[in-house]
């Protein structure tokens, strides 16, 4: 790095003056004026009339939909730096009510689409001012005939505003309050949900325990309040899927991932086959840790007392430096990003907690969002939202229409971009016990994204089961998760996290149903490219990001065969990702065997 990194982002380049910036306002007001007037020309246009005036509008819905996600970005990032922001809170309504009305014009499009008949589809296509969005525009008129009317899909929308993404931004607010009190040295501090959790990693494991058990008290405390958040998110979803005629809660997630339920059924089967030798690797880290089974909240604690932790400026040399190894391009791109101050990473109180990668498609620019206390763990989420971020970069020069990718390969390259850091972690450590403390953060990944997520998934299928019949209870909720997790860790760990569909944020999110087994898809996808990279002979950056490319214009499994010649539906690919997930983990075993001797 050339200069004393600042871990504070700055958003002043996007719009000056953060959530009192007149130049946000009058670009919010702008777009909802332009959206207005596209959807009057939209509704005049003739679906099968002439190609000139598909052009136009296509055209026209590009730059809507860039300065959507560009507004949308900077209010993202305005609401997680400060969740006391009751300016940016009104920006996330009036988000709200302008996606609604981008939403209203995006259905009139797609069942314009839908009209136009099968002769002028096929000219409509070979227009070569057209032809590279064929996949996006075929799609969307696919999905468009499975649609209600144009008045009933706009009144869904705009009930929405208030009736299902309120409730989302409710539980935002809920958390944004909540203060967790932690009694340090004789004296009582109070820490953000964010901060709070962050302590969770103490080798303390008195110390551990007693956070947990106060974050887990503000959770119970506000349970019902979650409970009813949850319950109506869930309850609109499935309205709107009955008017839909759809009998599985999986079909949304699905379509909006661009998968095939086959591909996600033989994911899970491979995982599930596989699933003991994780267990293994549980026990033996209760083991180190002198315990006969871990709990819940010893799951990421560290096996060491003392941790090697690094300053910002040392993670971020540490990751530019390992990218560089596999691409050039991406190494560039990460030293930009802290060099440019497009990462949000100070450790203070009044932040949204966890993290994200957000991107402004009109800037070409993105902003990374993340509370940086040194830790390894801390290292390896940098290094993941500048894999998301890397995505987007590579994207920036093609149609705005072809940059939507999908969650599940989103989660390819940041996930890329983690195990290229974790895996040089643990080849450059000094000692068998800080490769051990290496390898066991890796193999935690796994576990994460094996166990976790997974459970997770078993959760909310099984919420979505008995919420047709009726509201759920949240003694129910609170059942049914400690169920999901026994059957997700195969019954490894001695104490369950009850609340854990309260405390986890993507159980309540509005904009992607089902915010689980993405992250899972994502891991073992990039494993599999991760151990392509290491054996492929030619050029690996250039075909890297042709495959990033291409992820918004294929399903999965389109991408799987065009890029690394494997069929998803089958479980070779899958088995064959875990089995470079199951050599961390024998040798974490024999190590820590050896450690303890």
């Not at 970005?73 to 996606?99: M, N």
């Not at 696919?142 to 009933?152: D, G, T, V, Y």
């Not at 840790?289 to 060491?304: E, G, H, R, T």
């Not at 090697?308 to 990460?334: L, N, T």
Request: glycine content about 6%.
């Amino acid at each position: 790095m050339t200069q004393k990194l600042q871990p504070t982002w700055d958003l002043d380049v996007i719009f000056p003056g953060q959530s009192d910036s007149e130049a946000l306002r009058q670009f919010v007001n702008e777009l909802s004026e332009e959206i207005e007037t596209v959807t009057e020309s939209v509704n005049n246009l003739e679906a099968n009339g002439f190609g000139e005036d598909w052009e136009h509008v296509l055209k026209q819905i590009e730059l809507i939909t860039k300065k959507l996600r560009e507004m949308g970005a900077f209010i993202s990032c305005l609401s997680a730096q400060d969740v006391t922001d009751k300016q940016a809170d009104i920006y996330v309504a009036k988000r709200a009510q302008i996606a609604a009305a981008h939403s209203a014009l995006t259905k009139i499009v797609d069942q314009k689409l839908g009209a136009v008949t099968e002769a002028n589809w096929d000219l409509l296509l070979e227009r070569e001012a057209i032809k590279p969005l064929q996949f996006i525009l075929t799609e969307r008129r696919e999905r468009a005939r499975e649609q209600l009317s144009k008045n009933e899909e706009i009144l869904i929308g705009d009930l929405a505003i208030d009736g299902y993404h309120a409730w989302n931004q409710m539980y935002e607010t809920i958390v944004g309050n909540m203060k967790i009190d932690i009694e340090e040295d004789g004296k009582v501090q109070q820490y953000s949900v964010g901060q709070a959790a962050n302590k969770l990693s103490t080798p303390d494991r008195e110390q551990r325990e007693y956070v947990y058990r106060r974050i887990s008290d503000a959770w119970k405390a506000n349970e019902d309040l979650f409970g009813q958040t949850l319950n109506h998110l869930a309850g609109f979803r499935l309205q709107t899927y009955k008017h839909y005629g759809w009998d599985k809660v999986l079909k949304e997630p699905l379509a909006k991932n661009r998968m095939k339920e086959e591909t996600l059924n033989t994911m899970w089967g491979a995982i599930e086959k596989h699933k003991s030798l994780f267990a293994d690797y549980l026990h033996q880290k209760a083991s180190l840790l002198n315990l006969d089974k871990l709990s819940i909240f010893d799951v990421n604690a560290p096996i060491q007392s003392k941790m090697e932790k690094k300053s910002y400026d040392e993670g971020a040399a540490f990751i530019v430096e390992q990218f560089r190894g596999f691409s050039p391009q991406m190494a560039d791109f990460a030293q930009m990003a802290f060099e440019k101050r497009w990462i949000e990473a100070e450790d203070r109180a009044g932040k949204r907690p966890g993290g994200f990668c957000t991107s402004f498609p009109l800037s070409e620019q993105t902003r990374i969002f993340m509370t940086y206390s040194g830790t390894p763990s801390n290292i390896a989420t940098l290094a993941h939202e500048l894999g998301h971020g890397y995505h987007q970069y590579v994207m920036n020069d093609m149609n705005g229409l072809n940059q939507g990718y999908a969650m599940n390969v989103a989660e390819t390259a940041s996930t890329f971009a983690e195990m290229i850091v974790a895996d040089a972690s643990v080849k450059m450590a000094a000692t068998d016990e800080e490769k051990l403390t290496l390898l066991e953060d890796k193999v935690s990944r796994s576990v994460a994204f094996f166990m976790n997520i997974h459970a997770r998934f078993l959760f909310e299928k099984q919420f979505y089961e008995e919420r047709k019949q009726g509201m759920v209870s949240t003694e129910r909720l609170n059942e049914l998760m400690v169920e999901a997790q026994k059957e997700a860790y195969c019954g490894s760990l001695s104490e369950y996290d009850p609340h854990f569909w309260a405390s986890k944020l993507h159980f309540h999110i509005t904009g992607v149903p089902f915010y689980n087994f993405p992250y899972t898809f994502g891991y073992l996808f990039s494993q599999g490219i991760y151990a392509y990279a290491k054996d492929y002979k030619g050029d690996f950056e250039a075909k890297y990001t042709a495959l990033l490319r291409d992820t918004g214009r294929m399903t999965v499994e389109e991408l799987a065969e065009k890029h690394l010649q494997v069929d998803l539906s089958k479980p070779e690919f899958w088995e064959n990702a875990i089995e470079i997930c199951k050599q961390d983990v024998q040798e974490f075993l024999e190590l820590a065997k050896k450690v303890e001797k």
